[in-house]
């Protein structure tokens, strides 16, 4: 007789005992549907970051935006393999020669090319590179207010248009956009100039095109270059044409050497908005990563629970053999109830998952600057075919599970394979954890958060042999101290070890994620800080101006500007081009004395007073293999390329970033070179001095997703360990009811049950620990020098959480006889 689903004996079977188990597949129910909401939202999510772009205003009258290329790429070709290409955004603008205005300007069909230069105005300032105020602000004060600067003729990009008074038409005047703010208006005063007009749209200064170039200090280059279209030329035409003149005259940026990029469409916004699409790729990464651990853990809920669900009707899946049913038949049937109750379930989950990802979105674009300015995440309706897809795949994973685990139960002392499984993938855990001891950064949180999932999935085969051993260690206690509750638990954790480790899975699992997923973090935060505040010794901070001015003041011995711009490093992992974008500092050399200390550990400091110079971390230079003389090549946030000579080496990364520069090497290759803060020593008068630190890309954002998305694995986890228990519950009714018939009285059952809630709530918290202390300790060791650290209040709420989730399914079971009428007969 056939095995097949579609076989009526199949039918028959698997809707008997669809019907017959239907507490028992509720759990395996609410964790598909979880699962699915969870994917689905991460699934919608993927996609609209994948789909995302910086959005267009600026340029939106401009069919066609002339600007240079915001990307990088390395690319490096594997001995024996194809070559293999890889790209970072770059956060700092990239300029294109200003002859690229007559070029374009000849071009047939092109109206007019305006050229746009982009700049800070600060209050009181009309320098090169809006050079402070007379008087500095103390760090922390109101300092001085910017604005976003642009000549008034590229204003007709957008188009922004007058609203009151007239246009610019010498230096001392400036046009005001209306976000500038309510009072702002003709006749007044605004840095430095007198508003001569008001125009529509955002918070920006409109200057002269000569005072325009002036300010922004960068002659022979623009930013970009708008192209505005004769009457009916199609923006495919003019594109076509403008691309051909630029290829004819050669032109490359004034950074790296690239051609020009011609973009139409969404693509404009990428000339407007340069952190949107770095930010959109780090999104996607980090949406990336999380999706792959929620299938991972999604796939150790469901085979603990199908397969806890399956080993409790063991009995009567042999006698269907005994009576005729072939093995075949059985697990045919047992993948199509399953399959009926994952495919009900996936279809709600995806119900669910579209407010789950609402929700998410709507808290990522609360927190102001976690999803930067500018990057538009679209929604459009055909994403949510994703959701189904999803689905789908959830169902495919349940019944891929059943294949594993609807087979002929093991005999007791069975299941060699199992247990030498699991214990390779316990080695290999561990290994992956000594690994990640001899790595840094990204290398060594990837290797220890690949130990975790490894050693989870050791410990889930291992678990009956885990629970044994737990046994054996309370076992004569619980003899020892007599009593029929201890006895009892002793008895029933003797005889049942597959059992009580389908129950520890859940546990460990959930100890083991909560721990490293907070730990991690927050380690990380405290050595960061604390090597901050070690590093930052000045007296005196300022906003709102320079070190220059600062020196000026009196009660100043030094001070040093600090610039604030990213780097990105080219290098290979495994073969493959891989590019790292890393915030930097930049400095002053003569300043630096009893202002801020990076921890010297070779060489001197004082070698950034030379041009072409770097200080370099001490885990990168390790990385690096890069020492005082050596050279590094590093692309700058423009993208140009330089090879700087190392002169020191630092220990104090985590807080200062991995590269210290001078300023004078940084500052020609940033948007806006001003410095963030001035820190100075002596006794002049400031302000209390806030400890310095880089801002690591998407720190910010990366802190929020994790904290959801801890909370969502962390819900399906607990989900788990609550269902598999009182599916473990419901499966012992008839345990139960033969111990009251031969004299258990209820008082002693509900002792005995506490002890075993005791029981696997200690030993799944210890499993669970030394589970997660491994690949935390190499993670931290590698990074901090130091052991893992984790609050206080978030080691308790795990605990807590644990022990209520375990109390609460262990007497699920119990809870619901008592409401049964005639239960206490």
Avoid at 179 to 199: E, H, S
Avoid at 575 to 583: T, V
């Amino acid at each position: 007789m056939s095995g097949r689903p579609g076989n009526p004996a199949v039918r028959l079977l698997a809707a008997r005992s669809l019907r017959t188990h239907r507490k028992a597949w509720a759990a395996v129910f609410a964790a598909v549907a979880v699962t699915s909401a969870l994917l689905g939202a991460l699934a919608l999510a993927l996609g609209s970051t994948a789909l995302g772009h910086a959005r267009v205003e600026r340029y939106a009258a401009a069919p066609v935006v002339v600007a240079g290329d915001q990307e990088v790429e390395s690319t490096v070709t594997p001995w024996g393999g194809e070559p293999q290409t890889a790209s970072a955004g770059l956060t700092e603008r990239v300029r294109i020669p200003a002859a690229t205005v007559d070029v374009l300007r000849a071009v047939p069909g092109v109206r007019e090319a305006v050229p746009d230069d982009t700049f800070v105005v600060r209050e009181g300032s009309r320098a090169r590179d809006g050079a402070g105020t007379t008087n500095p602000a103390p760090d922390g004060g109101a300092g001085t207010r910017a604005y976003a600067g642009r000549s008034w003729e590229a204003a007709r990009l957008a188009p922004y248009e007058l609203t009151d008074g007239r246009e610019p038409r010498d230096g001392r005047e400036v046009v005001v956009g209306a976000g500038a703010g309510p009072g702002v208006g003709v006749g007044d005063t605004l840095a430095g100039r007198k508003v001569v007009g008001v125009a529509d749209g955002p918070d920006a200064l409109y200057v002269t095109a000569g005072e325009a170039r002036r300010i922004a200090g960068h002659p022979g280059a623009v930013d970009a270059v708008g192209v505005l279209a004769d009457p009916g030329v199609p923006v495919e035409t003019l594109h076509a044409r403008v691309r051909a003149a630029l290829d004819d005259a050669g032109l490359k940026d004034t950074a790296s050497g690239q051609p020009l990029r011609a973009l139409t469409g969404d693509g404009r916004g990428g000339a407007e908005h340069l952190g949107a699409l770095p930010a959109r790729g780090d999104l996607l990464q980090l949406l990336a990563a999380v999706s792959g651990t929620l299938l991972l853990v999604a796939a150790l809920v469901l085979s603990s629970l199908v397969a806890q669900a399956l080993q409790q009707r063991a009995a009567e899946r042999e006698l269907l053999v005994s009576v005729g049913a072939s093995p075949r038949q059985v697990r045919a049937a047992a993948g199509r109830e399953v399959g009926r109750v994952a495919a009900a379930a996936a279809l709600l989950g995806a119900l669910a998952a579209v407010p789950v990802f609402q929700l998410l979105w709507s808290a990522l674009r609360a927190r102001t600057g976690v999803v930067p300015e500018g990057l538009e995440l679209p929604v459009p309706t055909w994403l949510f075919a994703a959701v189904l897809a999803v689905s789908a795949l959830v169902v495919g994973l349940a019944r891929l599970v059943v294949l594993l685990a609807a087979r002929r139960p093991a005999r007791p002392g069975t299941g060699r394979v199992r247990r030498v499984l699991g214990i390779v993938l316990l080695v290999l855990g561990a290994s992956s954890a000594g690994a990640a001891t001899v790595q840094g950064g990204e290398a060594a949180a990837a290797a220890a958060g690949a130990a975790t999932v490894t050693l989870v999935a050791g410990c889930a085969l291992l678990g009956p042999w885990i629970a044994r051993a737990a046994t054996a260690v309370l076992d004569r206690p619980f003899r020892r101290l007599g009593g029929a509750p201890r006895r009892l638990t002793a008895a029933g954790a003797g005889a049942h070890s597959r059992r009580l480790g389908a129950a520890l899975v859940p546990v460990v699992l959930v100890t083991s994620f909560a721990l490293v997923q907070l730990s991690a973090g927050a380690t990380m935060e405290r050595a960061a800080a604390a090597q901050a505040r070690a590093a930052t010794t000045a007296d005196l901070a300022f906003t709102g101006t320079t070190a220059e001015r600062v020196r000026k003041l009196p009660g100043v011995d030094a001070a040093t500007d600090v610039l604030s711009s990213s780097v990105v490093l080219a290098r290979t992992e495994a073969g493959a081009p891989r590019l790292d974008r890393l915030p930097v500092l930049g400095v002053d050399a003569e300043g630096l004395a009893g202002t801020l200390d990076p921890g010297v550990v070779a060489g001197d400091l004082a070698g950034l007073g030379r041009a072409g110079t770097v200080a370099v971390g001490a885990d990168m230079a390790k990385s690096l293999d890069a020492k005082p003389g050596s050279t590094v090549a590093l692309r700058l946030g423009d993208g140009t390329e330089k090879r700087l000579r190392v002169v020191a080496v630092y220990e104090r990364s985590l807080a200062l970033g991995e590269f210290l520069l001078p300023k004078a090497e940084l500052a020609p290759h940033m948007s806006d070179p001003y410095p963030a803060r001035v820190l100075a020593s002596g006794t002049g008068r400031g302000a209390p001095v806030a400890p310095v630190a880089v801002t690591l890309p998407g720190a910010e954002l990366n802190g929020l997703v994790s904290g959801g998305i801890v909370a969502a694995i962390g819900g399906l986890t607990v989900l788990s360990v609550l269902s598999t228990l009182a599916l473990i519950g419901a499966g012992r009714r008839g345990e139960r009811d033969l111990l009251r018939q031969v004299g258990a009285s209820a008082g002693q059952l509900r002792r005995m049950l506490g002890l075993e809630a005791g029981f696997l709530t200690v030993t799944g918290l210890l499993v669970g620990l030394a589970v997660g202390a491994l690949p935390l300790t190499a993670f931290a060791w590698a990074l901090t020098g130091g052991l893992p650290y984790l609050p206080p209040a978030q080691a308790g709420a795990i605990v807590g959480v644990v022990l209520v989730t375990v109390v609460t399914g262990v007497f699920l079971e119990e809870f619901r006889r008592v409401r049964r009428p005639g239960a206490g007969t």
